[in-house]
T-cell receptor, first 113, second 114 residues
């Protein structure tokens, strides 16, 4: 039972354009969401997070949007750069579960020069 | 600030052999996690320590996997005996407190079981 779903295994974008990575979840108890970026042969690196009390969080070129009614969040990267090419994981957690992170399968982003 | 350190980076063993991985978390981080990541999947939590106590080991295959956290700092994860399906990247992560959502990951150990 995949509680966090990233339905697009891969995405290709031109440098300078917007990258939009999507994530859906099924558990309405999730109240904290995170995006991690992973380069080959490295561990995941925290990118940005959002609490369920917000619908948007922005950090430089990265913005995460949360639509609680649709149980959907998205990561926008503007403008995309070749160095953004990596696998992006969406993760979610909830109170009362030791804040265990539930992970999606990841989306591989390729930003082409 | 030094990040999470793991060793070895790569390990190749034959099935039924034993293997151990080592992790040194970020200094001062109370919580330490071991994850298993199979190719094409997200990380799967194996065990979570709070200081040197186990908080969650519900997904640890206890018949073959064991882990300890010495004096609430370093940790080792052992597999004995290994199976082919244990081939994966083993990630160690740490966070400042038990309910800190942001986890900081080490580079991982890639295990290949032949």
């Amino acid at each position: 039972d995949q509680q966090v779903k990233q339905n697009s295994p891969s995405l290709s974008v031109q440098e300078g354009r917007i990258s939009i990575l999507n994530c859906d979840y099924t558990n309405s108890m999730f109240d904290y969401f995170l995006w991690y970026k992973k380069y080959p042969a490295e561990g995941p690196t925290f990118l940005i997070s959002i609490s369920s009390i917000k619908d948007k969080n922005e950090d430089g070129r990265f913005t995460v949007f949360l639509n609680k009614s649709a149980k959907h969040l998205s990561l926008h990267i503007v403008p995309s750069q070749p160095g953004d090419s990596a696998v992006y994981f969406c993760a979610a957690s909830r109170a009362g579960n030791n804040r265990k992170l539930i992970w999606g399968l990841g989306t591989s982003l390729a930003v082409n020069p | 600030e030094a990040g999470v350190a793991q060793s070895p980076r790569y390990k190749i063993i034959e099935k039924r052999q034993s293997v151990a991985f080592w992790c040194n978390p970020i200094s001062g981080h109370a919580t330490l996690y071991w994850y298993q990541q199979i190719l094409g999947q997200g990380p799967k939590l194996l065990i979570q320590f709070q200081n040197n106590g186990v908080v969650d080991d519900s997904q640890l295959p206890k018949d073959r996997f064991s882990a300890e956290r010495l004096k609430g700092v370093d940790s080792t994860l052992k597999i004995q005996p290994a199976k082919l399906e244990d081939s994966a990247v083993y990630l160690c992560a740490s966070s400042p407190g038990q309910f800190a959502d942001t986890q900081y990951f080490g580079p991982g150990t890639r295990l290949t079981v032949l």
